[in-house]
Nanobody
Framework: VQLQASGGGLVQAGGSLNLSCAIAGGTSSVFPKGWFRQAPGKEREFVAGITWNGDRTSYSDSVKGRFVISRDNAQNRLYLQMNSLKPEDTGVYYC???????????????????WGQGTQVTVSS
């Protein structure tokens, strides 16, 4: 199942962006539940995760207090509200999902089996 991320762009430091992720092509049993990012020359890293029903969240230390992950369960969409953006937040942001109904957010790439194509976020200083 392919996920589709959108909402990236160019923003000045201190600004905000809201990313969204949906199932490409319609409905699916996959739940979009995680956001990862990859900066130029670096490995992809976990940013934020949420349980399938939206009741628990997890964040990397670098974004905690600035980013908020959420889910629209009715439409099976995933969001990432990014505030107080910094130049080091620049990268390609990927959403990830799977069909499991775990009670804790999934933080490892290997736990996900569906990915989006990524959306570019660039934060200028």
């Amino acid at each position: 199942v392919q996920l589709q991320a959108s909402g990236g762009g160019l923003v000045q430091a201190g600004g905000s962006l809201n990313l969204s992720c949906a199932i490409a092509g319609g409905t699916s049993s996959v739940f979009p539940k995680g956001w990862f990012r990859q900066a130029p020359g670096k490995e992809r890293e976990f940013v934020a995760g949420i349980t399938w029903n939206g009741d628990r969240t997890s964040y990397s230390d670098s974004v905690k207090g600035r980013f908020v992950i959420s889910r629209d369960n009715a439409q099976n969409r995933l969001y990432l509200q990014m505030n107080s953006l910094k130049p080091e937040d620049t990268g390609v942001y990927y959403c990830a999902g799977d069909q499991s109904r775990t009670t804790v957010p999934m933080t490892l790439e290997s736990w996900y089996d569906s990915w989006g194509q990524g959306t570019q976020v660039t934060v200028s200083s």
